[in-house]
């Protein structure tokens, strides 16, 4: 039939599919890219464009915004470049970023790895006004980083998911392994997570999930329905895990939080937008748009009203 319609001078048009037919013949929805631009690990010494002081946050923040990232996930730190969990280190870049960048999803940390205590953790938690943020990372269970354990018991889980509830802050639910990814439908069912989630999948630390394509896609699998999925590969499987998932109609995180180099064999350094512009190009050649900030704010259940 398509050939004779092309035979025929015909357009051809997709038509619509339900969810079990694979893209492109169901069509790609507009690719989110969430930029994690400094994190808690990298310093400067050995990531020279990394940022960290107030100004650089924002400047980069806004440089990936223009490059296509519609989420940032942001990180403070101190003097010393050392992470900072203190409310007023985010209040001092998150308003800021939200007058340059409109509409940008604005996500904080809530990490374990340094900070075990929940009022730390959750301190962040307590901003308001043009400085609350409209999401903030919650890791479903403890893991081992190659050096360090990061610490989050059942107890901590739900309290961080009963605070942001709270304070009208959604997850960014953070998943490592399968048993985090079947731990969201038990917090979905105790009314704890709301639909739809988003959950970054982070493949290939040496103690979690491995970065193969049998692992993203069975960590997708075990996801509760109505969860916006990202992938982010570690270290030198940031690029493979990023092209799976514009290629199988997901999302991405990418950024120097996960990844110092733009090619990781040659360990030529990157930059932040220069990370989110590599994965605007695969989603050029995939057929896909980039997201905008409504649609972003829209697959997320965000409020849009922040936009005018």
């Known amino acids: 039939m398509f050939a004779d319609n092309q035979e025929k001078g015909a357009p051809h048009k997709l038509e619509r599919h339900g969810s079990h037919v694979p893209h492109p013949l169901r069509a790609y929805s507009p690719l989110i890219i969430n930029a994690a631009i400094t994190g808690m690990v990298p310093r400067r010494a050995r990531v020279p464009d990394l940022p960290v002081t107030t100004e650089q946050i924002i400047e980069d923040a806004k440089r990936c915004f223009a ?3 519609t989420i940032v996930h942001l990180h403070a730190r101190a003097a010393d470049e050392s992470p900072e969990w203190r409310r007023e280190a985010y209040e001092a870049f998150i308003p800021q970023i939200r007058a340059s960048c409109p509409g940008i999803v604005v996500c904080v940390t809530t990490s374990g790895r340094t900070f075990g205590e929940l009022d730390q953790r959750s301190d962040v938690l307590k901003l308001e006004g043009d400085a609350r943020p409209d999401m903030a990372s919650l890791t479903l269970g403890s893991l081992n980083f190659r050096d360090v354990a990061s610490v989050n018991s059942p107890e901590i889980i739900r309290n961080l998911a009963t605070r942001m509830a709270e304070a009208g802050i ?5 998943i490592f392994d399968t048993g985090m990814a079947y731990l969201a439908h038990a917090l979905r069912d105790e009314g704890l997570l709301a639909t739809p989630m988003y959950a970054n999948l982070l493949l290939g630390s040496i103690n979690t999930a491995p970065a193969r394509m049998r692992d993203l896609a069975h960590l997708i ?3 509760p329905a109505e969860t916006v999925w990202a992938a982010a590969g570690i270290g030198a499987f ?3 895990m990023n092209a799976l998932a514009v290629f199988a109609g997901g999302h991405v995180r990418t950024g120097l939080e996960d990844n ?6 040659t360990r030529s350094r990157a930059d932040n937008a220069q990370l989110v512009l590599r994965i605007a190009a695969l989603a050029a050649t995939a057929g896909r748009t ?3 900030p409504e ?3 829209s697959a997320l259940g965000l409020p849009v009203h922040s936009l005018a």
């Open 290 to 292: 980039i997201s905008t």
């Open 238 to 240: 940031q690029l493979a």
């Open 67 to 69: 490059s296509g990232a």
């Open 170 to 174: 959604r997850p960014e639910l953070e």
């Open 260 to 265: 110092p180099y733009f090619d990781y064999a």
């Open 221 to 223: 699998d075990a996801l």
């Open 295 to 297: 649609e972003t704010r």
